[in-house]
T-cell receptor, first 114, second 113 residues
Framework: AQSVTQLGSHVSVSEGALVLLRCNYS??????LFWYVQYPNQGLQLLLKYTTGATLVKGINGFEAEFKKSETSFHLTKPSAHMSDAAEYFC????????????FGRGTSLIVHP | EPEVTQTPSHQVTQMGQEVILRCVPI?????FYWYRQILGQKVEFLVS????????KSEIFDDQFSVERPDGSNFTLKIRSTKLEDSAMYFC???????????FGNGTRLTVT
């Protein structure tokens, strides 16, 4: 079985500050890992993904995430927050073999203050 | 960029009524999915569909639910007799192959009164 835990339902940062959204996963096989973003009244948009290879993954809008197998983590970071980054962020895991159906976390709402 | 489109964006229905949620996946995609998100909870997998049949389904996807690809472009989710607890945002997604990532639509917010 696979699962995802996102620590913190809400994260609040000031514009220009570091963004850190935490994600820990559980998977019995090597995982595929994803971050999706959901802006108000929109669908889920893929930010970045890890499948194999380099453990530091760069995505759109300046976000990146690092796969740390020893910590079973895939935290999302951005050096400097923009007001436009305010959204809901979802971490997801799927198996690297067998069923590829992603399992999502509860989501973290990022609030950016001026 | 091609998009997954869902209609309607918001549907209100009375308990016990049937609803059909509609989706148009990206045209060259072969795998289709429905997820739902109850307010404040996680995005949950309902069902995947490939080659005109269900390939996987979750425990949530009971006999009240059905999916269909009635023509070459639409993919529908039917709830036969809605319950209050079916109120949620329903997302359709598609992928080229069975590998992620999935491409999601904007969702249909279903409110059952």
């Amino acid at each position: 079985a696979q699962s995802v835990t996102q620590l913190g339902s809400h994260v609040s940062v000031s514009e220009g500050a570091l963004v850190l959204l935490r994600c820990n996963y559980s998977s019995s096989v090597p995982p595929y890992l994803f971050w999706y973003v959901q802006y108000p009244n929109q669908g889920l948009q893929l930010l970045l993904k890890y499948t194999t290879g380099a453990t530091l993954v760069k995505g759109i809008n300046g976000f990146e995430a690092e796969f740390k197998k020893s910590e079973t983590s895939f935290h999302l970071t951005k050096p400097s927050a923009h007001m436009s980054d305010a959204a809901e962020y979802f971490c997801a895991v799927s198996r690297s073999g067998g069923s590829y159906i992603p399992t999502f976390g509860r989501g973290t709402s990022l609030i950016v203050h001026p | 960029e091609p998009e997954v489109t869902q209609t309607p964006s918001h549907q209100v229905t009375q308990m016990g009524q049937e609803v059909i949620l509609r989706c148009v996946p990206i045209s060259n995609h072969l795998y289709f999915y429905w997820y739902r998100q109850i307010l404040g909870q996680k995005v949950e997998f309902l069902v995947s569909f490939y080659n005109n049949e269900i390939s996987e389904k979750s425990e949530i996807f009971d006999d009240q639910f059905s999916v269909e690809r009635p023509d070459g472009s639409n993919f529908t989710l039917k709830i036969r007799s809605t319950k209050l607890e079916d109120s949620a945002m329903y997302f359709c997604a598609s992928s080229v192959s069975g590998d992620p990532p999935l491409h999601f639509g904007n969702g249909t917010r279903l409110t059952v009164t």
